[in-house]
């Protein structure tokens, strides 16, 4: 059995337009956060392509906590474009 955790950011073309440099740094640091706690939780990264993230686990649980863990951090240190969040 494998898990699977995808996602993806919210108006990221609309972002790209506003700041395009300010959107791909923040964007470098959600994923960092997402490799962390994919990682941290015995999932592989299969691609970060684009503004998208694609992960499997050996089990449903390591992909669900992983996701919580990840939408507590971004939460709390949300990056931002502009005023706008990621």
Do not use: K
Not at 7 to 22: E, F, V
Not at 44 to 51: F, K, R, T
Not at 68 to 83: F, Y
């Amino acid at each position: 059995m494998t898990a699977i955790l995808a996602a993806d950011a919210a108006g990221y073309s609309r972002l790209m337009a506003i700041d395009d440099r300010a959107t791909v740094a923040a964007l470098d640091a959600a994923r960092a956060v997402f490799r962390a706690q994919i990682e941290a939780n015995q999932g592989q990264v299969i691609d970060m392509a684009g503004d998208s993230v694609l992960a499997t686990f050996e089990s449903a649980s390591g992909a669900v906590t992983a996701a919580l863990s990840i939408q507590q951090r971004l939460a709390a240190d949300r990056p931002e474009v502009n005023g706008l969040p990621l």
